[in-house]
């Protein structure tokens, strides 16, 4: 058995649309219950499907079943044992199906179902009888359809916890006196008579003094009442002492509906309801004279959702007085009331509670209906004036309305208040949400409790309202809280929607008796403070954050854009900025400093400049041997400058020929860079001479004059250096900068300075012969050759 019932539910479709224990299978074309997804399943969803037939094993899977919905399938038929394992089951919906025929043995196992709802069926009659008797805790039952056409006397056997009763006879031919009444007082009855209301006055009156109770709520819906005779029933409302009657989605004449009143006139009804109504002009005469119709219990009338056909036409029912006289709350919403004359308003001195909300009152007709702020509705508490089409916040209409706590002026187009208003002593209430203010003044009644100006254009909100409790500025342009200060005793605060950066302890601790904030939908900037307290500050705080954490969007930074407070991850360098960026510049620094060393360490500076000044010596034109100035170029360290004075200058320039020398104490110029005097030196002259001693290599302008000769040596590619040796040195002891110096040194020959006086003038004599230009005779070039 095992097997095969796991092999079925293999073959049935899938519902993938299930959240925890409840799955929404509405609208997908099923043909069949779908296999349950898991034994929890508590709430399922099949309606708006093409269901035809339920199984006896389609929800044997569904143990657990609570609530189970099938209506506007095509089911037209249940197989007896279908319901059997729903025990836990408390709500079925088999409306607008094709049920012809209702059957006891669905209902059998049903012990735990409160809510059956049967409407929109074809049957003709509830079954057989004693179909309600194993639903012992059935609460609501909602049944009928155009075709039902009678109720016998033993169909609802058995019931004796029902509340609620929707009974949609609206073709209903028979019907067995006390059938409903053996349930006992039903708390609230719907009824949908419309035929027999046309045709049979005796069966509805049959139905209603079944079902009318001082302690039930009378429904009346989808009837068209356009004759003052189909009125008559009613007076069994009236004897039955029915103090609630609701008139819901139906036609009615103004006639039949003067009728009505007339009918229910010494009621004990307390609440008269006239909803999703469509009212027609009745243009026959009675006869008789006028009746004044009187209900010395009506405290409230409720109309709402009224469609008035040529209601600028309609009659202003003077005749109501008698009825508004008594009556203390009044509400008349949607119904395109466009004035309430003040004679009206006068009768109407008792009134507590209006309102005419969603209506075309306009600045005039509402001055009007107040009469011109002269007193009327003395015992008014609270009134309701929002989305009319007012443009003038006129506080003065309300100023004389001393019991006046209450007052709901939103979704009218202010746009701007004045900035001074008289207001009645005891406003507590004020809504003004929705009325396009871009600012507020101290107009505002400082003995307010409960403000609302959410859905607006404010970008400050700044007046002083000492006893303000609630503040509702939700949907405005803050960029920062309203100044505690201000509020002393707020402890309510509602600011969503608004530019606010960031919250923290210290903004909320200023408000001393703030106990609950909803501020989501913000454009936080989620800083390392902001997260914390956002995600666990608040847990050690008074105030109560009141929407979803989810709520709390980041704004900035760009990495967490778009996410939620409580999944915000911000890095180290967000977190501290200013260490973060306070390290970044130490070690940048210390890069700097650490480069820096490495060019002093290896002359990267040296080679820099001499490259730059070889790049520059390139660009002059070159010198032709015939051109040039000097002989030779001596570079010498100052500490070998006696030598120099004492033997070189005196054995090349007093020699017969004289030699031509470059010194730089003597030729250079003077206030001149002394690396270009350096280059103009060497390429104005034919030789390059160096007098190499230990002081010669720790010499740095030595450097620079043999950097740029080794340029010139390998640019020109001729022989343009002389090397003097003045003292052995160990080529392994030049500095590493000195590189050039060792390899001139390994691929050239150079003269040593003789330690024997007698090889001193050899010395000289190879010395001029290295260094002396070569001369021009008749037009022939001597080569020069040199033997060293």
Same mark, same amino acid.
């Given at each position: 058995?095992?097997?095969?019932?796991?092999?079925?539910?293999?073959?049935?479709?899938?519902?993938?649309?299930?959240?925890? !224990?409840?799955?929404?299978?509405?609208?997908?074309?099923?043909?069949?219950?779908?296999?349950?997804?898991?034994?929890?399943?508590?709430?399922?969803?099949?309606?708006?499907?093409? &269901?035809?037939?339920?199984?006896?094993?389609?929800?044997?899977?569904?143990?657990?079943?609570?609530?189970?919905?099938?209506?506007?399938?095509?089911?037209? !038929?249940?197989?007896?044992?279908?319901?059997?394992?729903?025990?836990?089951?408390?709500?079925?919906?088999?409306?607008?199906?094709?049920?012809?025929?209702?059957?006891?043995?669905?209902?059998?196992?049903?012990?735990?179902?409160?809510?059956?709802?049967?409407?929109?069926?074809?049957?003709?009659?509830?079954?057989?009888?004693?179909?309600?008797?194993?639903?012992?805790?059935?609460?609501?039952?909602?049944?009928?359809?155009?075709?039902?056409?009678?109720?016998?006397?033993?169909?609802?056997?058995?019931?004796?916890?029902?509340?609620?009763?929707?009974?949609?006879?609206?073709?209903?031919?028979?019907?067995?006196?006390?059938?409903?009444?053996?349930? @006992?007082?039903?708390?609230?009855? !719907?009824?949908?008579?419309?035929?027999?209301?046309?045709?049979?006055?005796?069966?509805?009156?049959?139905?209603?003094?079944?079902?009318?109770?001082?302690?039930?709520?009378?429904?009346?819906?989808?009837?068209? =009442?356009?004759?003052?005779?189909?009125?008559?029933?009613?007076?069994?409302?009236?004897?039955?002492? !029915?103090?609630?009657?609701?008139?819901?989605?139906?036609?009615?004449?103004?006639?039949?509906?003067?009728?009505?009143?007339?009918?229910?006139?010494?009621?004990?009804?307390?609440?008269?309801?006239?909803?999703?109504?469509?009212?027609?002009?009745?243009?026959?005469?009675?006869? @008789?004279?006028?009746?004044?119709?009187?209900?010395?219990? /009506?405290?409230? *009338?409720?109309?709402?959702?009224?469609?008035?056909?040529?209601?600028?036409?309609?009659?202003?029912?003077?005749?109501?007085?008698?009825? &508004?006289?008594?009556?203390?709350?009044?509400?008349?919403?949607?119904?395109?009331?466009?004035?309430?004359?003040?004679?009206?308003?006068?009768?109407? =001195?008792?009134?507590?509670?209006?309102?005419?909300?969603?209506?075309?009152?306009?600045?005039?007709?509402?001055?009007?209906?107040?009469?011109?702020?002269?007193?009327?509705?003395?015992?008014?508490?609270?009134?309701?004036?929002?989305?009319?089409?007012?443009?003038?916040?006129?506080?003065?209409?309300?100023?004389?309305?001393?019991?006046?706590?209450?007052?709901?002026?939103?979704?009218?187009?202010?746009?701007?208040?004045?900035?001074?208003?008289?207001?009645?002593?005891?406003?507590?209430?004020?809504?003004?949400?929705?009325?396009?203010?871009?600012?507020?003044?101290?107009?505002?009644?400082?003995?307010?409790?409960?403000?609302?100006?959410?859905?607006?254009?404010?970008?400050?909100?700044?007046?002083? &309202?000492?006893?303000?409790?609630?503040?509702?500025?939700?949907?405005?342009?803050?960029?920062?809280?309203?100044?505690?200060?201000?509020?002393?005793?707020?402890?309510?605060?509602?600011?969503?929607?608004?530019?606010?950066?960031?919250?923290?302890?210290?903004?909320?601790?200023?408000?001393?008796?703030?106990?609950?904030?909803?501020?989501?939908?913000?454009?936080? *900037?989620?800083?390392?403070?902001?997260?914390?307290?956002?995600?666990?500050?608040?847990?050690?705080?008074?105030?109560?954050?009141?929407?979803?954490?989810?709520?709390?969007?980041?704004?900035?930074?760009?990495?967490?854009?778009?996410?939620?407070?409580?999944?915000?991850?911000?890095?180290?360098?967000?977190?501290?900025?200013?260490?973060?960026? %306070?390290?970044?510049?130490?070690?940048?620094?210390?890069?700097?400093?650490?480069?820096?060393?490495?060019?002093?360490?290896?002359?990267? *500076?040296?080679?820099?400049?001499?490259?730059?000044?070889?790049?520059?010596?390139?660009?002059?034109?070159? /010198?032709?041997?015939?051109?040039?100035?000097?002989?030779?170029?001596?570079?010498?360290?100052?500490?070998?400058?006696?030598?120099?004075?004492?033997?070189?200058?005196?054995?090349?320039?007093?020699?017969?020929?004289?030699?031509?020398?470059?010194?730089?104490?003597?030729?250079?110029?003077? @206030?001149?860079?002394?690396?270009?005097?350096?280059?103009?030196?060497?390429?104005?002259?034919?030789?390059?001479?160096?007098?190499?001693?230990?002081? =010669?290599?720790?010499?740095?302008?030595?450097?620079?004059?043999?950097?740029?000769?080794?340029?010139?040596?390998?640019?020109?590619?001729?022989?343009? *250096?002389?090397?003097?040796?003045?003292?052995?040195?160990?080529?392994?002891?030049?500095?590493?900068?000195?590189?050039?110096?060792?390899?001139?040194?390994? %691929?050239?020959?150079?003269?040593?300075?003789?330690?024997?006086?007698?090889?001193?003038?050899?010395?000289?004599?190879?010395?001029?012969?290295?260094?002396?230009?070569?001369?021009?005779?008749? @037009?022939?070039?001597?080569?020069?050759?040199?033997? &060293?």
């Amino acid at each position: 058995m095992f097997v095969l019932l796991t092999h079925h539910s293999f073959s049935k479709p899938q519902c993938h649309s299930c959240v925890e !224990t409840s799955c929404d299978c509405s609208r997908r074309d099923l043909r069949e219950v779908p296999a349950a997804p898991s034994e929890l399943i508590t709430e399922l969803d099949l309606s708006f499907n093409r &269901l035809k037939t339920i199984m006896n094993d389609d929800f044997v899977a569904y143990v657990k079943l609570q609530s189970l919905i099938m209506n506007n399938n095509m089911i037209k !038929t249940i197989q007896d044992r279908a319901f059997l394992p729903l025990t836990n089951l408390e709500k079925l919906d088999l409306s607008s199906n094709l049920l012809d025929t209702l059957s006891a043995e669905w209902f059998e196992n049903l012990v735990s179902l409160q809510h059956l709802n049967l409407l929109g069926n074809p049957y003709r009659t509830l079954g057989q009888g004693n179909l309600f008797q194993p639903l012992k805790r059935l609460k609501s039952l909602h049944f009928g359809g155009v075709n039902l056409k009678s109720v016998g006397k033993h169909d609802f056997s058995g019931l004796r916890a029902l509340e609620e009763v929707v009974f949609d006879g609206q073709n209903l031919q028979a019907y067995v006196e006390r059938s409903l009444r053996q349930i @006992g007082p039903i708390k609230y009855v !719907t009824l949908g008579l419309n035929g027999p209301f046309q045709v049979n006055n005796a069966l509805v009156e049959t139905v209603l003094s079944d079902v009318a109770h001082p302690n039930t709520t009378l429904t009346f819906t989808d009837t068209f =009442f356009s004759r003052e005779n189909q009125m008559y029933p009613f007076k069994v409302v009236k004897d039955s002492g !029915t103090t609630n009657v609701i008139l819901k989605s139906i036609k009615i004449t103004e006639g039949a509906c003067m009728n009505l009143l007339n009918e229910l006139s010494g009621s004990n009804i307390t609440k008269l309801t006239l909803e999703d109504t469509k009212f027609f002009l009745s243009y026959s005469q009675n006869s @008789g004279s006028p009746f004044f119709p009187t209900m010395k219990h /009506l405290e409230e *009338v409720v109309v709402k959702n009224v469609d008035i056909l040529e209601f600028y036409s309609f009659p202003a029912l003077l005749l109501l007085h008698p009825l &508004l006289s008594v009556t203390r709350r009044v509400s008349v919403q949607n119904c395109t009331l466009f004035a309430i004359p003040c004679q009206t308003s006068f009768a109407l =001195f008792k009134l507590e509670y209006m309102d005419v909300s969603d209506n075309i009152l306009s600045d005039l007709t509402l001055d009007e209906m107040m009469c011109n702020g002269e007193g009327v509705f003395r015992s008014l508490r609270t009134i309701n004036i929002s989305r009319n089409l007012l443009r003038s916040i006129n506080s003065q209409l309300f100023t004389k309305l001393s019991k006046l706590e209450n007052i709901d002026m939103s979704g009218n187009m202010f746009h701007n208040m004045d900035v001074a208003c008289y207001w009645p002593p005891h406003l507590r209430f004020l809504n003004l949400s929705s009325t396009g203010l871009t600012k507020v003044t101290p107009c505002l009644p400082a003995s307010l409790q409960i403000l609302d100006v959410s859905n607006n254009a404010l970008t400050v909100f700044n007046i002083d &309202l000492p006893l303000l409790k609630e503040l509702y500025i939700s949907g405005n342009k803050l960029t920062s809280l309203p100044e505690a200060g201000l509020y002393p005793r707020l402890a309510i605060l509602y600011i969503k929607n608004n530019n606010l950066h960031t919250l923290s302890s210290d903004n909320l601790n200023r408000y001393n008796s703030l106990r609950r904030l909803e501020a989501g939908a913000n454009t936080y *900037v989620c800083s390392c403070d902001f997260v914390a307290f956002m995600t666990s500050g608040l847990k050690y705080h008074r105030v109560t954050i009141g929407d979803k954490s989810k709520s709390y969007i980041c704004d900035s930074p760009d990495t967490m854009r778009q996410k939620s407070v409580k999944d915000a991850r911000l890095s180290v360098f967000e977190c501290h900025t200013a260490l973060a960026f %306070s390290v970044l510049c130490l070690g940048l620094l210390a890069v700097i400093l650490l480069i820096a060393g490495l060019c002093h360490r290896f002359s990267v *500076v040296w080679y820099m400049r001499m490259t730059w000044a070889w790049l520059r010596a390139k660009r002059k034109p070159k /010198l032709k041997k015939g051109e040039l100035k000097y002989d030779a170029f001596v570079s010498y360290s100052e500490m070998d400058t006696g030598w120099v004075e004492a033997h070189l200058i005196p054995e090349l320039e007093e020699a017969e020929p004289p030699l031509q020398l470059c010194l730089h104490k003597r030729d250079f110029i003077p @206030g001149g860079w002394i690396l270009d005097n350096i280059m103009n030196a060497i390429d104005k002259s034919h030789r390059t001479l160096f007098v190499l001693s230990q002081h =010669f290599v720790r010499s740095e302008w030595c450097k620079y004059e043999l950097d740029y000769t080794h340029f010139r040596l390998f640019d020109q590619n001729d022989d343009a *250096v002389v090397l003097i040796l003045l003292e052995p040195i160990d080529k392994e002891t030049i500095p590493k900068k000195f590189c050039k110096l060792r390899k001139i040194m390994n %691929s050239r020959t150079y003269l040593e300075w003789p330690g024997d006086d007698d090889h001193i003038p050899r010395f000289w004599q190879s010395l001029r012969t290295a260094i002396k230009r070569p001369e021009i005779h008749d @037009g022939n070039r001597v080569n020069e050759t040199l033997d &060293l």
